[in-house]
């Protein structure tokens, strides 16, 4: 009897005590999904978040723009390379020759064409020799004509005299018209504009620009990768034989669902972590640019939704964003890395397409490497010009 009776008495403080701890509980928990309300409604919903990014930047190849066969190679995977140093090496005999055919057919069109111009000259004195013979032989023909009558000259010596005085102007006829043939070569330029000398002209240019280009220099600072190229290979124009990665230069392609980019603009802050370094590293950036189209519409193969076979899925935009170069060069990425991504949509007064305006003036990637061949071309043939006697 004594148990039956703590027993019936124990059950309902055991009641009440279950009792207080889900009261307890439920207040908790109401608690923590205000909490989460107000948080939300306060900070989260500004923010939009993804982990479908991936670093990406510029992979420049490098291709030669002559065929040859590999001697050296200056740079290997992972190096760093610096603009304009040279990479790639190619055998030069041949274009080395061509070089010094061209180099002797300028200036032989040089000494040519001053041929020309010395010409003139002569062909002047020739017209001045030829009307002082015609002059002399109308001079004679009006001295026997006006003999002719007292019978001191015979008919005969005047037809030799009409003969030679037709002679005379047939002959300073043809002295004009050679010199006005030797002028039509040289008229309206001068030796180092001669079109003969243009033309041999290119070819040295042609020629140096050949020999030049069997040297392959880096077309920007960057690391060495994907290199392919062994020595002793034949080469052909336009094959890729490495490549270079400016590391200081790099964005991340981030993959927002369509539906997270609706209050997305141009120019919003981002923060973003790397899965290299975690989330011990942040950087910061901003939104750059929205893609024209969804991934799936650029994929190699893109959905044919008209086809029939047709099951929704949710599209992702590419969203382009800056990375602060500061940042970037204390903790360096790499292409490929994934990222994480939190868009900070708090302000979209903005707009989500890059703003139309004046064509940009300016190239948004440019190299200066390949100018330095022109420029010693354009030295090598005013020197060759120069020294065949030419003015340049």
């Known amino acids: 009897m004594n148990a039956s009776a703590e027993t019936t008495e124990s059950a309902p403080q055991n009641n009440g005590k279950r009792r207080r701890l889900l ?19 306060l900070f989260a919903r500004h923010y939009e978040s993804t982990d479908d990014a991936y670093v990406a930047g510029n992979v420049v190849q490098v291709t030669p723009q002559i065929g040859g066969t590999v001697v050296a190679i200056h740079a290997d995977d992972t190096e760093l390379v610096q603009a304009g140093k040279p990479l790639i090496e190619l055998d030069q005999s041949d274009a080395k020759v061509a070089l010094e055919q061209a180099e002797a057919q300028l200036a032989q069109a040089v000494r040519e064409v001053r041929t020309l111009f010395v010409n003139n000259s002569a062909l002047n004195a020739n017209v001045a020799l030829r009307s002082a013979d015609v002059q002399r032989a109308r001079a004679d023909l009006a001295r026997r004509q006006q003999l002719i009558g007292t019978g001191a000259v015979s008919g005969e010596e005047v037809a030799h005299a009409k003969s030679a005085l037709q002679s005379a102007e047939s002959a300073l006829q043809a002295a004009r018209e050679q010199l006005a043939s030797n002028r039509v070569l040289t008229d309206r330029t001068s030796v180092a504009e001669h079109p003969n000398v243009r033309r041999a002209a290119g070819q040295v240019e042609a020629a140096y620009l050949a020999r030049a280009r069997t040297s392959l220099p880096a077309p920007i600072t960057g690391y060495v990768a994907k290199r392919s190229v062994q020595v002793g290979q034949r080469v052909a124009p336009g094959v890729p034989l490495l490549s270079i990665v400016p590391l200081d230069a790099l964005w991340v392609e981030a993959n927002f669902k369509e539906v997270q980019i609706a209050h997305m603009r141009i120019g919003q802050p981002v923060t973003l972590h790397s899965d290299l370094y975690g989330s011990n590293v942040t950087y910061h950036g901003k939104v750059i640019g929205l893609a024209a189209g969804t991934g799936s519409a650029f994929a190699l193969l893109p959905a044919q939704n008209a086809s029939g076979n047709w099951i929704k899925v949710v599209q992702r935009i590419p969203v382009r964003i800056a990375i602060d170069a500061k940042e970037l060069a204390q903790q360096p990425l790499r292409i490929g ?11 979209d007064e903005g707009t989500s397409l890059t703003a139309s305006g004046p064509a940009r003036t300016v190239p948004a990637y440019r190299t200066a490497v390949f100018d330095t061949a022109n420029k010693e071309a354009d030295a090598l043939i005013a020197r060759i010009i120069a020294q065949n006697g030419g003015k340049v």
């Open 23 to 41: 009261i307890i509980v439920t207040i908790v928990l109401a608690i923590a999904l205000i909490a989460y309300g107000i948080w939300w409604a």
């Open 337 to 347: 890395l994934s990222m994480q991504v939190e868009v900070d949509i708090a302000h």
